[in-house]
T-cell receptor, first 113, second 117 residues
Framework: DAKTTQPPSMDCAEGRAANLPCNHS???????VYWYRQIHSQGPQYIIH???NNETNEMASLIITEDRKSSTLILPHATLRDTAVYYC??????????????FGAGTRLTVKP | EAQVTQNPRYLITVTGKKLTVTCSQN?????MSWYRQDPGLGLRQIYY???????DKGDVPEGYKVSRKEKRNFPLILESPSPNQTSLYFC????????????????FGPGTRLTVT
C-alpha cells in the first residue's frame, strides 16, 4: 500500500470549513483513499473513501487531484465535536485477504470556538 | 443498531494472570481483527480472521491468541500477560471485499484499556 503524508496538526474555527490535506504521491491505479477519524481514544470511525472521483456523504467531501497524488478531506461546517485525529489511508483494490488498515500518525484537528 | 462491542472496557491485572477480551459484532461480517494502539506507534494489527475457524497473524501477534468459533465473536486471549501488553485494544469487523475488489470500510469497537502491573 502507498505511503501517506499528513500534517501533524491543524486548527479550524467553529463553523468554518476544515480542509485536511493528504499526500500519497506513490499511489497506484488500483489503490483507494480512505479517511477515518478517532475522537479521543474512541474506536476509529470511517468517514469516506474514493478511487479517483470526488466523493461526498453526510459527513464530509473528498477531493482527489486528477493525478491522484494528493487528496483533501473537507468538513464543510466544523463543530467542536469534530476535534479528532484524522487518518488518511491508502488501500489496494482486489486483494481478498487481510483488510488491514494501516493507520499512520494522522492529523490532529482542533476546532476552536 | 449495527455495532462492535468489546468487554471489558477497562481492565487492570497482574503479570501472568490469564485474561480474555471479548469482541462481538451484529452485522454478520466475515472479517474481524484486533489492533493495539500505543503512543507514538499508532494502531498495529495483532490478529485477523477472514471467517469462522480461519485466523492469521498480524504485525504484532506475540503473546496473544485468538479464536473464531462463530461468526459474531472474536475473543483476544492473553495467556500470560506482561507489562509490555499494557495498551489500548480495538476490535474491528468488515465484510471481506466488494464486488469489483473495492475494500470495505472497517467498523471499530469502543476499545479496551488494559493495564498489566
Amino acid at each position: 500500500d502507498a505511503k501517506t503524508t499528513q500534517p501533524p496538526s491543524m486548527d479550524c474555527a467553529e463553523g468554518r470549513a476544515a480542509n485536511l490535506p493528504c499526500n500519497h504521491s506513490t499511489i497506484s491505479g488500483n489503490e483507494y483513499v480512505y479517511w477515518y477519524r478517532q475522537i479521543h481514544s474512541q474506536g476509529p470511525q470511517y468517514i469516506i473513501h474514493g478511487l479517483k472521483n470526488n466523493e461526498t456523504n453526510e459527513m464530509a467531501s473528498l477531493i482527489i487531484t486528477e493525478d491522484r497524488k494528493s487528496s483533501t478531506l473537507i468538513l464543510p461546517h466544523a463543530t467542536l465535536r469534530d476535534t479528532a485525529v484524522y487518518y488518511c489511508i491508502v488501500r489496494v483494490r482486489g486483494v481478498r485477504g487481510n483488510n488491514d488498515m494501516r493507520f499512520g500518525a494522522g492529523t490532529r484537528l482542533t476546532v476552536k470556538p | 443498531e449495527a455495532q462492535v462491542t468489546q468487554n471489558p472496557r477497562y481492565l487492570i491485572t497482574v503479570t501472568g494472570k490469564k485474561l480474555t477480551v471479548t469482541c462481538s459484532q451484529n452485522m454478520n461480517h466475515e472479517y474481524m481483527s484486533w489492533y493495539r494502539q500505543d503512543p507514538g506507534l499508532g494502531l498495529r494489527q495483532i490478529y485477523y480472521s477472514m471467517n469462522v475457524e480461519v485466523t492469521d497473524k498480524g504485525d504484532v501477534p506475540e503473546g496473544y491468541k485468538v479464536s473464531r468459533k462463530e461468526k459474531r465473536n472474536f475473543p483476544l486471549i492473553l495467556e500470560s500477560p506482561s507489562p509490555n501488553q499494557t495498551s489500548l485494544y480495538f476490535c474491528a469487523s468488515s465484510p471481506p471485499i466488494r464486488g469489483g475488489g473495492e475494500p470495505y470500510e472497517q467498523y471499530f469497537g469502543p476499545g479496551t484499556r488494559l493495564t498489566v502491573t
